[in-house]
């Protein structure tokens, strides 16, 4: 195909792109939420400072924030300060909360470690569940969530900040809708920023995040479960044949100590490899994702920006992306969504149960591979 040829393509595709009524982004776009009265919801610790999207979130009337569990005063003290809400609402035991308040969704903005007691106790309830990235960090942990989770018949989500990208949708689109670039052979994702100390994080935050017993890990769980999560999507949750990891603690006098502040790994499958990589040692915050097919690729420097090139054309060729709808404005949104049965959840989501006990068994094997030196195979 000729350079002018290939060029005249990919225009194509943008402007299909835009006016898609295809199942996987075109049935997402134009509709208008029902009215609904809004979701219920209790906050599970205030530890985790992305808690901050919800309180600081402006009101749309889809979610109602009805009570807080938190034990540690100084920290209720200041976000309550912060964020302007009623102390009142706040509670030190998580059960007695539930069963007074009976909520639809326990949301929570602890250690990665807490997320098992979260689930068990809204569980038993039948109040569903949604946990800041990644769902756990041991197999052992997210087999009983997972149990939990289907006895019960609750949703549990998790929530990444990439999935709310824009670029995410477009560039599924491109390779599994329009299949432009080909059948995938090799993703590569770029996830980090300067360290969570060098950013400010709050100090209850970065005690638990550079706590192996209650993160797992440093980078390799706070940024490589991106990766692992974008890798399953895109995989359509086909697991890998193989988990190659590489850890190093590049600041090992600092409060880093005790975790890896670098880590990359390799997934392969049978026809593609995916190559993760999350630090704590960039020089400015990044998350980008690169898929490289057999007749092209695409490129998704940021959330709201697609690059695309073609075989054999000479230059990439920027696609503009449409606004997202209502219900993938932001997790709660969507979460509001799916509680209200106007968003069902695919097994292959990002946000899903099943993506997302695949994204642990990639991220418990890369921890013992990092530890060992070894391959592991998770056939």
């Known amino acids: 195909m000729k350079a002018q040829e290939t060029t005249a393509v990919v225009q194509a595709l943008c402007v299909a792109l835009l006016l898609t009524t295809s199942p996987m982004i075109g049935e997402l776009r134009g509709q208008a939420l029902p009215a609904q009265q809004p979701v219920r919801i209790v906050i599970a610790r205030l530890t985790h400072s992305h808690v901050g999207g919800i309180l600081g979130r402006s009101q749309k009337g889809d979610i109602q924030v009805v009570g807080i569990y938190e034990t540690d005063k100084d920290v209720v003290e200041r976000y309550a300060r912060r964020f302007n809400f009623d102390k009142q609402l706040v509670q ?89 670039v080909g059948p995938i052979r090799k993703v590569v994702v770029h996830d980090g920023h300067q360290g969570p100390k060098e950013i400010g994080i709050p100090p209850e935050f970065l005690s638990w995040l550079t706590d192996p017993a209650q993160n797992g890990a440093g980078a390799l769980i706070d940024f490589g479960c991106y990766g692992a999560n974008l890798a399953t ?49 960039w020089p400015f915050n990044r998350k980008d994702l690169e898929i490289y097919g057999t007749a092209g690729y695409v490129l998704t420097p940021d959330g709201k920006n697609v690059r695309v090139r073609l075989k054999d054309q000479q230059a990439e060729q920027a696609v503009t ?59």
């Open 92 to 180: 030190t035991d998580l059960g007695k909360m539930l069963d007074a308040l009976k909520p639809e969704v326990v949301v929570a903005f602890g250690s990665i470690a807490e997320h098992l007691s979260v689930v068990e106790a809204a569980a038993p309830r039948g109040i569903n569940v949604m946990v800041e990235k990644p769902l756990a960090f041991s197999m052992d942990d997210a087999k009983k969530i997972e149990a939990l989770a289907k006895r019960y018949g609750i949703h549990v989500l998790t929530n990444y900040e990439t999935t709310w990208y824009p670029s995410g949708y477009t560039a599924f689109e491109i390779v599994h809708g329009d299949k432009a």
């Open 233 to 281: 999507w895109l995989m359509r949750g086909a697991a890998p044949l193989t988990v190659t990891a590489v850890t190093q603690q590049l600041k090992r006098d600092s409060v880093y100590a005790r975790v890896d502040d670098e880590a990359t790994f390799i997934l392969t499958y049978p026809d593609a490899q995916a190559i993760i990589q999350g630090s704590w040692n």
């Open 321 to 379: 992306l449409k606004e997202m709808p209502p219900q993938y404005v932001d997790a709660f949104a969507y979460l509001a969504a799916v509680i209200r049965g106007t968003e069902k959840v695919a097994d292959t989501d990002r946000s899903s149960l099943a993506n997302n006990v695949m994204v642990v068994r990639i991220l418990d094997a890369a921890r013992r591979s990092a530890r060992t030196g070894q391959t592991i195979s998770l056939k």
